[in-house]
C-alpha cells in the first residue's frame, strides 16, 4: 500500500537557509537570529533584509532600503482605481490580493526573474502594501486616502495612513513586534504556495498573489482575524466555561491555538503576548486580558492545545484600533518578506515541485455507445 502523506505532514520536501523551527525547543531562527531578539532590537525592514540578504543591513545598507521604502509608499492610480472598483464588502484579504495582481501587471520588469529584479520588486511590495492595506480599511470607514509621510518609519507610516493622526510610539512599537514575528516561519502553507508557483518559473507577483489566497483560510493567516470573532462571541471571562462547553460539544475550532509544528507551545507567543500585554496597559483593557487569560486557561487544561501567534496578535490589533477583517491583510504586510525571501531561494535552485497521487476512482470503463446525439 502506498504511504499516503495526507497535508504532507512530516514530509521534509527542501532545503531552506532563511528560518529554522524547532518545536523541541519551540524556538525560531531567522538566519540562525532567535526571533525574540531581533524583535526586541530591529526595525521591521532590518529584518526584512536579513530575510532576503542573509545578513543584517550594514548601517548604509538600511539606510539604503529604508530611503526606497520611504520612496515608494504612495498607492499608485491604478492599484487605487482598482481598489475603488470593489465593493466595500469586498473581504480585505480579496482586496490586497487583487491590488498586488493589478501592481504585477503593470510593473513592465514582472517576467524578470533576475534575482536583482526579484530583490526589486519585494522592497517594493514592501514598501507598498501597507498603503493598500491602510486605504482599504479606510475606504471601509467612509474616510480617505492618507498620503504617506516620510519624516516616519514603516511602523509608524503604516498607523499614520491607517489612522490620520500622530502615531503612538507605544503602539508602534507593538506593531513592529509583530511584523517581525508575522514576518517568517519556513514552509508553512502560504510560503509553500509561493515556493510551487515559483517553481513552475513564473513570476514573484504572482506567487504573492497565489500565497495571499492561501493565508486567507482560518487554518492559516484567518486565524487572527477568527480569534476576535470568538473573543466577540464570548463576551466576557465569566462565558468562557459554557462557551466552550458547547464549542467542543460541537467539535468546533478554538481559533488561535495549535500547530502544525510546534505541539508544546509556538515560538512566537510570549514576545507577541508580552506586546499584548504592554498594551493592555496602555489602554485599560483590563477586560478583553481576563478573557484572554480565561480561555487560554480553561482551553489548555481541557485539550492541551497551546496558543499560537494569531492568540495573541489578534486583540493586540484590536487594540491598536484596526478593524477585525483587517487583521489577515496586516500579516500579509509582515510574510511578504519571507515570502519572496523563498521565492528567490526557490528560484535559486529551483526543481518543479509536482508530487504523485494514488488514483481511488472508479477502474477504467469505456462509454459503450452513451454517446450525445450530433
Ligand atoms: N481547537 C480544537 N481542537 C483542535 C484545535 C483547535 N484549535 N487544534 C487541533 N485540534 C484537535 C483536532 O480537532 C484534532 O483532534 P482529533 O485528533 O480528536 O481529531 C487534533 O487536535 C489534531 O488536530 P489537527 O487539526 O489534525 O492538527 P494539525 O496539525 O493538522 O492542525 C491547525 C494544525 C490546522 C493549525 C489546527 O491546530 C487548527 O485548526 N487550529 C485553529 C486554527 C489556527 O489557529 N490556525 C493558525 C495556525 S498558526 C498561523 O498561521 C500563524
Avoid: C
Amino acid at each position: 500500500m502506498t504511504d499516503i502523506k495526507k497535508g504532507l505532514a512530516g514530509v521534509v520536501v527542501d532545503y531552506t537557509a532563511i528560518s529554522k523551527v524547532n518545536p523541541e525547543t519551540n524556538s525560531l531562527l531567522y538566519r540562525g537570529y532567535p526571533v525574540q531578539e531581533l524583535a526586541a532590537t530591529q526595525p521591521f525592514e532590518a529584518v526584512a533584509y536579513l530575510l532576503w540578504h542573509g545578513e543584517l543591513p550594514t548601517e548604509e545598507q538600511l539606510a539604503d532600503l529604508v530611503a526606497f521604502e520611504r520612496a515608494n509608499r504612495t498607492l499608485d492610480p491604478a492599484v487605487k482605481t482598482a481598489i475603488d472598483l470593489l465593493p466595500l464588502e469586498a473581504h480585505p484579504m480579496d482586496v490586497v490580493r487583487t491590488a498586488v495582481s493589478v501592481l504585477g501587471a503593470a510593473d513592465p520588469a514582472a517576467f524578470d526573474n533576475s534575482r536583482e529584479s526579484d530583490v526589486e520588486k519585494s522592497r517594493l511590495l514592501l514598501a507598498k502594501i501597507p498603503a493598500m492595506v491602510a486605504y482599504d480599511q479606510r475606504r471601509r470607514r467612509g474616510q480617505g486616502l492618507v498620503e504617506p509621510r516620510d519624516d516616519l518609519d514603516y511602523a509608524h507610516n503604516f498607523l499614520w495612513m491607517t489612522f490620520d493622526e500622530e502615531p503612538d510610539p507605544v503602539v508602534a512599537a507593538a506593531f513592529n513586534v509583530s511584523m517581525i514575528l508575522y514576518a517568517e516561519h519556513s514552509f508553512n502553507a502560504s510560503t509553500f504556495t509561493a515556493r510551487v508557483i515559483t517553481s513552475t518559473m513564473a513570476d514573484l507577483y504572482s506567487a504573492v498573489v497565489g500565497a495571499i489566497g492561501a493565508l486567507k483560510g482560518p487554518l492559516h493567516g484567518g486565524a487572527n482575524e477568527a480569534v476576535m470573532h470568538i473573543l466577540d462571541e464570548i463576551g466576557t471571562a465569566q462565558n468562557v466555561g459554557p462557551w466552550l462547553d458547547e464549542a467542543l460539544a460541537s467539535k468546533r475550532k478554538i481559533m488561535g491555538f495549535g500547530h502544525r509544528v510546534y505541539k508544546s507551545g509556538d515560538s512566537r507567543v510570549p514576545t507577541m503576548k508580552a506586546a499584548l500585554d504592554t498594551l493592555v496597559e496602555h489602554y485599560d483593557a483590563d477586560e478583553l486580558a481576563e478573557l484572554y487569560d480565561a480561555l487560554e486557561s480553561d482551553f489548555v487544561s481541557r485539550k492541551g492545545i497551546y496558543p499560537n501567534l494569531d492568540y495573541p496578535s489578534g486583540p493586540s490589533y484590536h487594540l491598536m484600533g484596526f478593524d477585525t477583517l483587517t487583521f489577515t491583510p496586516l500579516f500579509v504586510a509582515a510574510r511578504v518578506a519571507g515570502w519572496t525571501a523563498h521565492i528567490m531561494e526557490q528560484a535559486a535552485s529551483n526543481a518543479l515541485i509536482r508530487p504523485l497521487s494514488e488514483y481511488n476512482g472508479p477502474d477504467e470503463r469505456h462509454l459503450d455507445g452513451h454517446v450525445p446525439d450530433a
